[in-house]
């Protein structure tokens, strides 16, 4: 008896969740990623669903005091220009590598897709925005951290210049290295998600993602994209085709 009630109670519980998982997701194959029919990644659109419906969408992730700044390695890409490391694109190598003989004084990043107004920034241009200094943790999926100070331009204020249309829903990053990310458009907007040029009072070493790199304060480390070269905003997932997170293993959402 007390077996039956168990296995009865089981299957309650998944048949719950199963419910669940449908309302959350209902509806929403354009404006999360695809699951590709793997399991885990359906876990992960569970998760994210359930997220955004519950937690509070202004919440900041911890900032700290200077004495609290510790030593942040470097790791994946290091210099894009560098044709032995294993995100190299031969193109955007001999590019960058280009762009950082003249100090990336002709570097540009490329606001385009579901916007008003696309645009090219510079340096320079990007300075001239109120800027936001933040010290914050940077939690890496391979289990270490670190903290670090980043100043730099709110993507918000970037997209509002560049008029963004009210039918967005996601923003997608490329980089240097041929690496990728999205993020939706709630962390997009959200205050502490940021364009950074600078670090620890310094520009942003190349190590660590010269000239520009991405700040998504509230997710894992990986999203915090190095190396920034260009901006798509998109009404509607994109796959990002070899890039894409869910096709290689690993969760498109990592909120902390």
């Known amino acids: 008896m007390k077996s039956e009630h168990v296995i009865t109670s089981r299957r309650t519980i998944i048949t719950g969740l199963a419910s669940c998982g449908g309302l959350l997701l209902g509806g929403c194959s354009n404006t999360q990623p695809p699951t590709y029919g793997n399991v885990l990644r359906m876990a ?15 919440a900041l992730a911890r900032e700290y005091d200077r004495r609290e700044i510790t030593s942040i390695p470097a790791i994946g890409t290091t210099d894009p220009a560098d044709s032995h490391q294993g995100a190299y694109n031969e193109t955007n190598g001999v590019r960058y590598q280009q762009l950082r003989n003249g100090q990336f004084a002709d570097w540009r990043l490329r606001i385009e897709g579901s916007v008003s107004r696309p645009a090219s920034y510079s340096l320079s241009d990007l300075q001239r925005f109120p800027a936001r200094t933040q010290i914050t943790k940077h939690t890496c999926e391979e289990g270490w951290s670190a903290i670090a100070e980043w100043t730099g331009v709110p993507l918000h204020r970037v997209l509002e210049a560049a008029g963004i249309r009210s039918s967005a829903r996601f923003v997608n990053f490329y980089a240097f290295d041929d690496a990728a990310e999205s993020i939706d458009m709630l962390d997009a907007l959200h205050p502490q998600t940021i364009l950074a040029y600078g670090m620890n009072g310094r520009d942003v070493p190349i190590a660590h993602g010269a000239p520009l790199r991405l700040r998504v304060e509230r997710q894992l480390g990986y999203k915090s994209l190095k190396f920034l070269d260009r901006i798509l ?10 890039l894409s997170e869910p096709r290689n293993g690993w969760a498109w959402y990592v909120g902390i």
């Not at 509607?236 to 085709?241: L, Q, R, V």
Request: proline share 4%; net charge positive.
């Open 233 to 242: 905003v998109t009404d509607s997932f994109a796959d990002m085709g070899k």
């Open 44 to 58: 992960d659109n569970l998760t994210y669903r359930a997220q955004r419906l519950l937690l509070p969408r202004s």
